[in-house]
C-alpha cells in the first residue's frame, strides 16, 4: 500500500529564505507526481506536476524534483514571501491503485 | 471559467438524515472524483468516475453513494448520515485518470451532530 510522508509537519521562515519541502513515498511504481498549496479553509490549488520520465519541473519561484528510485521529491521554494504561507500537499499517482495517494502535508508561515 | 464549483459551502445535518453534495466542472473533464479530508489523514478518495456513465470506489466508500449525472456533473450522496462523515469534502476532475493533472473545488464542510 502506497504511503506518502511529507516532513517537517510545520516550517517558519524569515521572508527572503530558500527553503525546501520534503515529500516521500513508499512504492516507486507512480505515473506522476502532484505539489498543491492549500489556503486555510479553501480548497486545493495545483502548483507542479511531474511525471515519472521526469526529474523535475518549474513554475516561477517553484521547482519540484522527482527521484523514482529513492522514493523522494522536494519543492524548493526561492526568495519566499508572505503570500506563500499555506499547506502545501504532495500526492503521487500510483497505476495499481488507481488514485492519488495524499500525504499529510507541511504548513508554511513565512514571516515578515 | 469557474473551474469546479460545489454546493453547498457549508452543511450541518443531524445523524440520520441524507442530503446530496453536488459538484460541476466546465473544463470538459472526463475524470471526476470526491475526497474527504479529515485532520492528520490526509485526503481519500470516496468515489470517482473515469468517464460519463462509470462510477468506481475508491478508499473510503461505505456510507456513500455517486451518480455521474453527465459529463459536466457528480453529485455525492450521504443517506444516513453518521458523524463519522464529519469532513471537508472535495471534488476534483481530470482530462483523464493516471497521468493528468488534477484541480480541486472549493469543498463543502460538513457537521454531522
Known amino acids: 500500500k502506497q504511503e506518502v510522508t511529507q516532513i517537517p509537519a510545520a516550517l517558519s521562515v524569515p521572508e527572503g529564505e530558500n527553503l525546501v519541502l520534503n515529500c516521500s513515498f513508499t512504492?516507486?511504481?507512480?505515473?506522476?507526481l502532484q505539489w498543491f498549496r492549500q489556503d486555510p479553509g479553501k480548497g486545493l490549488t495545483s502548483l507542479l506536476l511531474?511525471?515519472?520520465?521526469?526529474r523535475e519541473q518549474t513554475s516561477g519561484r517553484l521547482n519540484a524534483s522527482l527521484d523514482k528510485s529513492s522514493g523522494r521529491s522536494t519543492l524548493y521554494i526561492a526568495a519566499s514571501q508572505p503570500g506563500d504561507s499555506a499547506t502545501y500537499l504532495c500526492?503521487?499517482?500510483?497505476?495499481?491503485?488507481?488514485?492519488?495517494?495524499f500525504g499529510t502535508g507541511t504548513r508554511l508561515q513565512v514571516t515578515l | 471559467n469557474a473551474g469546479v464549483t460545489q454546493t453547498p459551502k457549508f452543511q450541518v445535518l443531524k445523524t440520520g438524515q441524507s442530503m446530496t453534495l453536488q459538484c460541476a466542472q466546465d473544463?470538459?473533464?472526463?475524470?471526476m472524483y470526491w475526497y474527504r479530508q479529515d485532520p492528520g489523514m490526509g485526503l481519500r478518495l470516496i468515489y470517482y468516475?473515469?468517464?460519463?456513465?462509470?462510477?468506481d470506489k475508491g478508499e473510503v466508500p461505505n456510507g456513500y453513494n455517486v451518480s455521474r449525472l453527465n459529463k459536466r456533473e457528480f453529485s455525492l450522496r450521504l443517506e444516513s448520515a453518521a458523524p463519522s462523515q464529519t469532513s471537508v469534502y472535495f471534488c476534483?476532475?481530470?482530462?483523464?485518470?493516471?497521468?493528468?493533472?488534477?484541480?480541486f473545488g472549493p469543498g463543502t464542510r460538513l457537521t454531522v451532530t
Open positions: 476534483a476532475s481530470s482530462e483523464a485518470v493516471g497521468q493528468y493533472e488534477q484541480y
Open positions: 511531474i511525471q515519472s520520465s521526469q
Open positions: 468516475s473515469a468517464s460519463e456513465g462509470t462510477t
Open positions: 512504492d516507486s511504481a507512480i505515473y506522476n
Open positions: 473544463m470538459n473533464h472526463n475524470s
Open positions: 500526492a503521487v499517482y500510483t497505476g495499481t491503485a488507481s488514485k492519488l495517494t
